[in-house]
């Protein structure tokens, strides 16, 4: 089983809001990514967390805080967005924070920020 | 740093055809991934294939096979007896081998696949 699951499929926010979107791997993975995608474009790393630690922060600007509260869960606040944050917002994992690994992708949150 | 290479923007291919998507990378590094990524529409990043820069031996996965030319810095995806549900974008993707802690997968900007009945 390699299923990375996300919620919500799809949100709507103004731009004063705080909302949380949710990922969830149990497959014993203990590295975690989240990614931001732009239409007809590639992703773009923003997070990684390893055993739960934050390794990786790709200079991603403060109204976006990452949590991992256990090994299976990762989460992105929102707070103040803009609206060209809205996009894809995609959430991995793998089994360790190395090349060899593979990243398995979720279905991603479609943002749009008002 | 490392940089991929995917130099069609757009491709087609009738159903039941063969068709194959090109990617180069540069890297001064002798260990590393590579990896095909398909995106359809519903915008779900899925794995199509992986290579271990070490095999000489080319992955294949199904219909899915790759053309993996290590000294000329290649990695094409080959997609046999074409399939409607294949239209997406496709991702070609390298990873360093290092285990240092940071290393991104690094993606080209994405082949559009188009499959016509």
């Known amino acids: 089983d390699t299923e990375v699951t996300q919620t919500p499929k799809h949100l709507v926010m103004g731009m004063t809001n705080k909302k949380s979107l949710k990922c969830e791997q149990h497959?014993?993975?203990?590295?975690m990514y989240w990614y931001k995608q732009k239409a007809k474009k590639p992703p773009e790393l923003m997070f990684v967390?390893?055993?739960?630690?934050?390794?990786i922060n790709e200079s991603v600007p403060s109204r976006f805080s990452p949590e991992c509260p256990n090994s299976s869960l990762l989460n992105l606040h929102l707070h103040a967005l803009q609206p060209e944050d809205s996009a894809l917002y995609l959430c991995?994992?793998?089994?360790?924070?190395?090349?060899?690994?593979?990243?398995?992708f979720g279905p991603g949150t479609r943002l749009t920020v008002l | 740093a490392q940089t991929v290479t995917q130099s069609q923007p757009e491709m087609s291919v009738q159903e039941a055809e063969t068709v194959t998507l090109s990617c180069t990378y540069d890297?001064?590094?002798?260990?590393?991934?590579l990896f095909w990524y398909k995106q359809p529409p519903s915008r779900q990043m899925i794995l199509v294939i992986r290579?271990?820069?070490?095999?000489?031996q080319n992955a294949t996965e199904n219909r899915f096979s790759v053309n993996f030319q290590k000294a000329a810095k290649s990695f094409s995806l080959k997609i046999s007896d074409s399939q409607l549900g294949d239209a997406a974008m496709y991702f070609c993707?390298?990873?360093?081998?290092?285990?240092?802690?940071?290393?991104?997968?690094?993606f080209g900007k994405g082949t559009r696949l188009s499959v016509i009945a």
């Open positions: 290579q271990e820069a070490y095999k000489q």
């Open positions: 497959m014993g993975h203990r590295a």
């Open positions: 991995a994992s793998s089994l360790r924070q190395t090349g060899e690994d593979t990243q398995y």
């Open positions: 993707a390298y990873r360093s081998g290092l285990n240092s802690g940071n290393t991104p997968l690094v």
């Open positions: 890297t001064s590094e002798s260990d590393y991934y």
């Open positions: 967390y390893s055993y739960e630690k934050l390794s």
